[in-house]
């Protein structure tokens, strides 16, 4: 889950366990642009992807939507919910998380696996993991801007590129939670198939704190597809 959430978001950084990042949004002319910007989260939207991995055949399928609002300690703050198929049942397993939008700051994660109830992960990320987020953010610069044709349609976007290794992203406004319309990393490429304006919340049920060994008996009782 973290993997691929971080995949996604600062796209194509390192793929290290979850943490928080903080980053100034909006156009600021006395700092260099952050990758961060591609985050505009609005209710309701939100899209499909395809990650084509260079080991796999079959390609994975995300979907990745805003399904809420709500203020957190005075500043707007959005759930943003992200799907895939499992792969132990096939079935969709569900993930939010409620992000502040002017800091980047991630406060909440709640995931709900195929034919289990919905668990809310501890969430207190270290200083380290916070540094560490931030000096990842801070790899990418912003090199142009192109037109990028996706099975999605043609989008005017920012050409993003990571200052070291592979990496590049392609951005673009119209695309929420985050703008990323392509991403190509050194084994895999995500591309944008489809855009959502009317999306709703999957996680349902009352949420209960994460217990990691009733977790992992419920998930050995699943059965295998």
């Known amino acids: 889950m973290n993997r691929k959430f ?5 796209a194509a950084v390192s793929l290290c366990c979850a943490g928080a990042a903080s980053a100034q949004m909006g156009v600021n002319f006395f700092k260099k642009p952050n990758i961060a910007d591609i985050f505009r989260p609005e209710v309701g939207k939100g899209g499909v ?8 055949d079959k390609p994975d399928t995300l979907d990745w939507y805003v399904v809420g609002k709500e203020s957190v300690a005075g500043k707007d703050g959005y759930w943003v919910e992200m799907s895939h198929a499992d792969e132990r049942s096939g079935q969709p397993a569900y993930y939010k998380m409620l992000v ?5 700051q991630f406060h909440r994660v709640i995931m709900q696996m195929p034919g289990m109830p919905a668990m809310e992960m501890p969430w207190n990320p270290s200083d380290k993991t916070r ?4 000096e990842e953010l801070e790899k990418w610069s912003r090199v142009g801007t ?10 005017s976007c920012q050409h993003w590129k990571k200052n070291e290794g592979t990496g590049d992203v392609w951005a673009s406004e119209k695309v929420s939670p985050v703008g990323v319309v392509k991403m190509v990393s050194a084994d895999e490429t995500m591309t944008l198939v489809k855009i959502t304006s009317d999306a709703t919340e999957h996680i349902t049920g009352p949420v209960q704190p994460f217990d990691p060994q009733a977790f992992m008996r419920m998930r050995k009782a699943q059965p295998q597809h």
């Open 6 to 10: 971080f995949l996604l978001l600062i």
């Open 100 to 104: 502040t939008k002017d800091d980047f």
């Open 131 to 134: 540094t560490r987020m931030d």
């Open 146 to 155: 192109e037109s990028i044709t996706v099975p999605a349609g043609t989008f």
């Open 49 to 56: 992807w395809e990650i084509s991995h260079a080991k796999r």
